[in-house]
């Protein structure tokens, strides 16, 4: 069985929790991820002032990607948003009907984006509305539709990253890191 491989996107203003808790959630499973900085390489500055240094510069990524995952943040969200190079790669993963996982503030990234249309999905609070009119929301920690993932925010993140491991590697290997890591 091939190994899974997933690419996280960090912009400046992400939400340090949901990117080390679903990265370090990912690892532990055994999945390869790559963190890609979307202004490059150097170090992402996240929401609480956390720094965080990705692995490569999204420009130099190659997938394919079996998940691209979006973490949240306000300010990270935006950036993702506005990223013409974001939208692209979340097009493609739509077309070649692959994986694609947006928390907190991130899922309207798929709005911006027009990825997932219609899809049941979540998010944070403060972009519920966008969320709202682009798909079918639901109030739950993590909704599934499809190869699409979404989460409310950093205190769903340990959810969040278990249900990715469940759909990359299986649920009794994502049932099989809840002793070691002590989450009930």
């Known amino acids: 069985m091939k190994t899974p491989r997933v690419l996280v996107i960090l912009a400046d203003g992400a939400e340090e929790m949901e990117v080390v808790i679903t990265v370090d959630v990912l690892r532990r499973a055994g999945i390869e991820v790559v963190s890609a900085g979307l202004a490059g390489s150097g170090p992402v500055t996240c929401s609480r002032g956390v720094r965080l240094v990705p692995d490569l510069g999204l420009a130099e990524a190659r997938g394919p990607f079996d998940l691209v995952v979006l973490p949240g943040g306000a300010k990270g969200s935006d950036a993702l948003a506005a990223s013409a190079e974001v939208g692209r790669l979340l097009q493609a993963q739509e077309r070649d009907g692959r994986g694609i996982a947006a928390i907190c503030a991130a899922p309207k990234v798929l ?4 990825v997932q249309a219609g899809r049941a999905m979540t998010s944070h609070p403060s972009v519920r509305d966008a969320v709202a009119r682009h798909g079918r ?4 920690p993590v909704v599934e539709d499809g190869d699409l993932v979404t989460s409310r925010g950093p205190g769903t993140a340990f959810a969040f990253a278990l249900t990715l491991v469940a759909r990359l590697c299986g649920k009794d290997r994502a049932e099989s890191l809840r ?3 002590v989450l009930a």
């Open 179 to 181: 002793g070691p890591m």
């Open 111 to 114: 709005a911006v984006h027009g």
């Open 137 to 140: 929301y639901v109030e739950s």
